[in-house]
Nanobody, 114 residues
Framework: QVQVVESGGGLVQPGGSLRLSCAASGSIFRLAAMGWYRQVPGKERELVATINSDDYTNYADSVKGRFTISRDHPKNTVYLQMNNLKPEDTAVYYC????????WGQGTQVTVSS
């Protein structure tokens, strides 16, 4: 079994910053890609950013230049630094880790509002 735990969400004003963390633990033999997705009520879950085992990154166009994904390999942890946040970034953010198959965390709420 693989456990995925996110942290770092909260309420922030437009233009502010937040840093999300996601730690994977359990039966991890080879952790491949890790990534962040987000979802708002009534819409499908969408990709925010991913990072693979070679630290190659991929971003949604809507967050390029504002968000940065990074990874601590020994700790099986992935981070999402979110700067210049906008109200449209409000969503539940989910972490996904690939260990043979994908595992999801429980999600963390990010609210951008004045």
């Amino acid at each position: 079994q693989v456990q995925v735990v996110e942290s770092g969400g909260g309420l922030v004003q437009p233009g502010g910053s937040l840093r999300l963390s996601c730690a994977a633990s359990g039966s991890i033999f080879r952790l491949a890609a890790m990534g962040w997705y987000r979802q708002v009520p009534g819409k499908e879950r969408e990709l925010v950013a991913t990072i693979n085992s070679d630290d190659y990154t991929n971003y949604a166009d809507s967050v390029k230049g504002r968000f940065t994904i990074s990874r601590d390999h020994p700790k099986n942890t992935v981070y999402l630094q979110m700067n210049n946040l906008k109200p449209e970034d409000t969503a539940v953010y989910y972490c996904n880790v690939m260990v043979g198959r994908g595992y999801w965390g429980q999600g963390t709420q990010v609210t951008v509002s004045s």
